[in-house]
């Protein structure tokens, strides 16, 4: 894929249209930064849902992955509880705000503040397939470590 290409157009709506619009932080950046739409307290050692302020119509052949940006876990003590967040291409009505699910692994409160950025969101191309049911698939290779080290 030629990276120097002219970007895809996506469908996207603010919540709050004070708050701007997600940017690439560098030209080199794959993951765009989702924003806190809403000064949101998480308590120790439990979940919480913080609002990005988007809804967006990810394009078709395409998915949308929320995943933490680097520095949160140590600035913030916050993980995904699921590791990431799968965002399908149905997912785009009026009320379908991309929320940013958090984990606060700390033994006190963490505070998000409204505009800070809490995520990123990357697009990947992704395929649809149909199932061939066999009697066989091959040998048996082994599983978790059967590599080695």
Known sequence: MDVSAQPLEVNIKRVDTELPLPTYATAGSVGFDLLSRE???VAPRSLALIPSNLIVQ???GYMLLLTMRSSTARRKGLLMPNGVGVIDQDY??????LMVSVYN?????VTVLRGERIAQGIF???GRFSWNEVEQVGSARGGFG????
């Open 39 to 41: 000064t949101t307290e």
């Open 58 to 60: 990810t394009p078709p």
């Open 92 to 97: 785009c009505g009026e009320s379908d705000e």
């Open 105 to 109: 692994f700390r033994d006190e409160p």
């Open 124 to 126: 990947i191309p992704v």
């Open 146 to 149: 059967s590599t080695g080290d």
